[in-house]
């Protein structure tokens, strides 16, 4: 834990973390999106990205599997490099990073979750199509199986992309804005099945731009805008003063973040569809 | 024996074009094939002048390196130098296809290639450029060997690669996090579309080529919503696209190649008009 009389942060470090990030700095076109961020994250939490847009919370997660190329820096996921890590971490992308229009059914989509254990060549067989089937009724679309995917709504295609990673069967879960745009009764699904998982000792890292649920759904959250301001337990690092800091002058409702945290008892879920993160 | 001839030679161009095709514009590549097709022209050329064999393994090599470095050029103009996609594209092909008909009109005596040939190619020749082995004996036409081999190569890459190549079409982001290369797969989707389009030049000629690459595709893709149903229907048209072409070309005694791409056109045409889920007809009707 540090503190600085002119930088406020709170960065809480774990022994024998899942994943260990080391003075990462990302930038694109010599502009940093992600400065000298440096963390480590307990196993079989349920953890989530905070920050206003902009702030770098997609590539901080893209960064560490590899996805975008670091300036600077180092990852380690299970005491590993990525590359030995790799068959034991899942990707759930912004449900809009995909084209919905594509001729492939559900259970098409689903399957691809099985294609990093298949390796080169080999086709899924009924073990994986079994294992598909088992993450479809996890998620609560079994019916849908030979559904086109165009034809299904913004929460349903969340559902898909949801199991699509649990047939990877991974031991760490990196989720891009799972909740952005969907329904409410996902949003409880969705809920329901990451707190399932983290109970069986799996760790799910959420990108969430819904200040009002962080204190309901994560057990440790992560404060970022462009520089790391904190890393802890919610209910040490989910403060009005340590939130002032992650947002400046972007949160308009600065003063009730207060309120917010005490409100969460009666959370106000409403979403607005279309918001992005940066 | 002549018509069965060129009928399975553009059945062969169709369904090779057609396979890739749909790949291509599926991951919004459509006008990449039009620039390879293109652009391998220099390559073919330079090919041809460096080795000064016509053989057709020398003029694949030769185009293949071309197609790659053209979808590098793409890429390079459009990430280093900020330009759009589309105009990368434009700056890209035109420059390398007018090299190659400049080395074409300047070495014409030692290039045994027709401009004309090129671009507008003649399936009617097919059955005249015969394979005749050293002892003499007559195998057949010459472009069914390579235009057929390709295909081999073609089934093969999609046979086996089937998976990678529909998951990084569909999710490149995806792909990447659990470790398959997207560009490797890219670069071996581009290697094969650049060799299909050389084999396919002499039968069909380069600007055929996009239709054959394009058309079929699109047609399939708004008549299924399936991707491996989306490549059977495209092999299907690919098939009457050849058939009716040349029969056709027969019948205004017209050019066959021409006649192939417009019957590609007219059929995307009819897919679009009354196709069972997206067709305007149907959507009017519905209203």
């Not at chain 2, 235009?147 to 995806?174: Q, R, S, W």
């Not at chain 2, 579309?193 to 050389?198: E, K, M, R």
Request: glycine share 8%; net charge neutral.
């Amino acid at each position: 834990m540090t503190n600085d009389k002119t930088i406020i942060n709170q960065v809480h470090h774990v022994e024998n973390p899942v994943l260990e990030v080391h003075d990462l700095t990302v930038s694109y076109d010599k502009k940093p999106v992600l400065w000298d961020v440096d963390l480590t994250l307990p196993y079989g939490k349920l953890i989530g990205i905070v920050g206003p847009n902009g702030a770098g919370k997609s590539t901080l997660i893209k960064s560490v599997m590899g996805l975008t190329p670091n300036s600077s820096g180092y990852v380690k996921l299970f005491d590993q490099s990525l590359r030995e890590a790799r068959g034991k971490i899942s990707y759930v992308p912004q449900r809009e990073s995909v084209d919905w229009d594509f001729p492939a059914s559900v259970l098409d989509v689903v399957l691809m979750g099985r294609y990093g254990k298949l390796g080169l060549f080999r086709r899924p067989r009924k073990a994986d199509k079994d294992i598909a089937m088992d993450s479809l009724r996890k998620v609560g679309m079994e019916a849908y199986e030979k559904r086109q995917i165009s034809q299904l709504s913004g929460g349903q295609q969340q559902r898909v992309f949801l199991a699509r990673a649990l047939a990877q069967q991974a031991d760490l879960y990196f989720m891009d804005e799972p909740f952005a745009g969907v329904d409410a009764a996902t949003e409880k699904a969705i809920i329901s099945l990451l707190r399932e998982m983290s109970a069986k000792g799996k760790t799910v890292i959420v990108v969430h731009h819904d200040l009002q649920s962080v204190t309901q759904y994560f057990d440790w959250v992560i404060l970022l805008n462009m520089r790391l301001v904190a890393s802890g337990p919610v209910e040490k690092v989910f403060t009005t003063e340590l939130l002032q800091e992650t947002y400046g002058g972007k949160l308009t409702l600065l003063s009730d973040v207060g309120d917010l945290i005490r409100q969460q008892q009666f959370p106000n879920r409403e979403k607005t569809p279309d918001s992005k993160s940066g | 024996m002549h018509a069965l001839q060129i009928i399975l030679t553009g059945s062969i161009v169709a369904i090779s074009c057609g396979l890739l095709g749909c790949y291509l514009i599926l991951r919004r590549m459509a006008m990449v094939g039009d620039a390879i097709s293109h652009a391998v022209l220099p390559g073919i050329v330079i090919a041809f002048l460096l080795t000064g064999a016509r053989d057709s393994a020398t003029m694949v090599i030769g185009a293949g390196i071309l197609g790659v470095l053209t979808t590098f050029l793409i890429e390079f103009f459009h990430k280093k130098g900020r330009l759009q996609t589309d105009a990368s594209i434009g700056v890209t092909f035109t420059w390398l296809f007018a090299i190659g008909v400049i080395l074409i009109s300047a070495f014409a005596g030692k290039v045994d290639l027709d401009q004309d040939c090129v671009l507008y190619g003649e399936i009617a020749y097919v059955p005249l450029d015969l394979w005749i082995t050293e002892s003499g004996l007559i195998m057949g036409p010459r472009v069914l060997y390579t235009t057929g081999a390709v295909l081999v190569v073609i089934l093969i890459f999609i046979l086996f690669g089937y998976k990678e190549l529909f998951l990084t079409t569909f999710d490149p982001a995806y792909a990447s996090a659990i470790g398959i290369s997207t560009a490797l797969w890219h670069y071996l989707l581009m290697g094969a579309v650049s060799i299909t389009t050389v084999a396919s030049f002499e039968a069909v000629g380069a600007i055929l080529v996009v239709a054959l690459l394009i058309a079929p595709p699109a047609t399939a893709y708004l008549l299924t919503e399936n991707f491996k149903f989306m490549l059977v229907t495209t092999v299907a048209l690919g098939i009457l696209v050849s058939f009716s072409g040349y029969y056709i070309a027969v019948w205004l005694d017209g050019s066959i190649a021409g006649a192939m791409a417009s019957v590609a056109g007219i059929l995307f045409g009819m897919a679009f008009l009354f196709a069972p889920g997206s067709g305007i007809i149907i959507k009017v009707i519905r209203r």
